[in-house]
Nanobody, 122 residues
Framework: QVDLVESGGGSVQAGDSLRLSCAAS????????MAWFRQAPGKGREFVAL????????LYADSVKGRFAISKVNPANTVYLQMNVLKPEDTAVYFC???????????????WGQGTQVTVAS
């Protein structure tokens, strides 16, 4: 059983940066894929970024490409999401997720954290 706990959210101004963390309890197998999703008020959950645990291969949503960076620290079982040049439209609850497929489809992920709020003021 792997539990995921996100942290690092907060309220910032447009143009600022934040770094989200996702700490996993238990072992993350090398075949795993870790991802970040977000859900804005009144909208569905959308893919943000993913990283293959073994290779470090990444994938980003077009809306965050060039501004956000996903990374991992294997021994610490931690995934990060560095968010730069934040925009008001980045306001959402950000969720960390674990799956086994290289996919942006949330249905491919079977373990989810509780989420952390990010609010970006204009």
């Amino acid at each position: 059983q792997v539990d995921l706990v996100e942290s690092g959210g907060g309220s910032v101004q447009a143009g600022d940066s934040l770094r989200l963390s996702c700490a996993a309890s238990g072992r993350i197998y090398s075949s795993s894929v870790m991802a970040w999703f977000r859900q804005a008020p009144g909208k569905g959950r959308e893919f943000v970024a993913l990283i293959r645990w073994h290779s470090g291969t990444t994938l980003y949503a077009d809306s965050v490409k060039g501004r956000f960076a996903i990374s991992k620290v294997n021994p610490a079982n931690t995934v990060y999401l560095q968010m730069n040049v934040l925009k008001p439209e980045d306001t959402a609850v950000y969720f960390c997720a674990r799956g086994s497929q290289y996919s942006s489809d949330q249905a491919s992920y079977f373990t989810w954290g509780q989420g952390t709020q990010v609010t970006v003021a204009s």
